[in-house]
């Protein structure tokens, strides 16, 4: 099971890193984090940008996914993620808490809820579907 720590200095020379991405909390069933808004996550339309906000749903169901790999695996993709918008923000800060709804061997899902602290208000809605990789997954 990997801590916040190790989440946040994997992440920091990737993308998560880049856009300012912290992991506040990790467990096997739950995932917390949170990024300030700040002008290189906003869209030419003044609001944050919607990859911002699905990039964000999508690292903590990824780390998620992280914590509850199969022992023998390698790895894990995301073969799905349906996200539904239902408000935005210009300033502040957006939290994600990504929870588990389904462990399998080959596929994981994980349901994320994006929401802007100083509001409260929902930003998004995600379900994560990661495919789970294995050394020779051709013969499985």
């Known amino acids: 099971m990997h801590s916040p720590d190790y989440f946040n200095k ?14 506040t ?6 995932i917390r984090s949170e990024l300030p808004v700040r002008k290189p996550l906003i869209a030419l339309n003044g609001y944050l940008h919607a990859g911002t906000v699905v990039t964000l749903a999508d690292t903590c169901a990824g780390y998620g996914c992280i914590n509850n790999l199969p022992e ?8 799905e993620l349906k996200s539904n918008h239902l408000s935005t923000a210009r300033e502040g800060t957006i939290e994600c808490v990504a929870k588990v709804v389904h462990l399998g061997r080959t596929t994981q899902v994980w349901d994320s809820v994006v929401t802007h602290r100083e509001s409260g208000k929902t930003i998004a809605l995600f379900r994560c579907t990661q ?5 020779n997954q051709g013969s499985q």
């Open 10 to 23: 994997y992440g920091s020379e990737y993308l998560p890193g880049h856009l300012g991405i912290v992991v």
């Open 131 to 135: 495919m789970i990789l294995y050394v």
């Open 72 to 79: 023998d695996a390698t790895g894990f993709t995301t073969i």
């Open 25 to 30: 909390h990790a467990s096997g069933s739950e």
